[in-house]
């Protein structure tokens, strides 16, 4: 199992990233799919989730900025980032989620400065 997550790096206050994950070595389609965040000395945590019907759920912290969304076809997920902030410098990890069985990415960095 492979989740390949791109498209971290530095970006300035207010600006925009868009980060991609691809999967492999998964029935993608049965799987809920998740990006989760964690910033030095923090936990990780979640960031948004789009189910396997289409759903999705975002936190609260980045509604209205943050948009995930899937691509069965494709076995992507993608989050798109505006309106950034520093305190969501982080490492942005991908996660597959079916019952109990949780797969995880390598992660990319997001840099927001000031």
């Known amino acids: 199992v492979q989740l390949q997550a791109s498209g971290g790096g530095l970006v300035q206050a207010g600006g925009s990233l868009n980060l991609s994950c691809a999967v492999s070595g998964i029935i993608f389609s049965m799987h809920g799919m998740g990006w989760y965040r964690q910033a030095p000395g923090q936990q990780r945590e979640l960031v948004a989730r789009?189910?396997?019907?289409?759903?999705?759920n975002h936190a609260n912290f980045v509604k209205g900025r943050f948009t995930i969304s899937r691509d069965n076809a494709k076995n992507m997920v993608y989050l798109q980032m505006s309106s950034l902030k520093p305190e969501d410098t982080a490492v942005y990890y991908c996660?597959?989620?079916?019952?109990?069985?949780?797969?995880w990415g390598q992660g990319t960095l997001v840099t927001v400065s000031s």
């Open positions: 996660n597959a989620h079916l019952r109990q069985r949780d797969y």
């Open positions: 789009a189910f396997t019907d289409g759903s999705t």
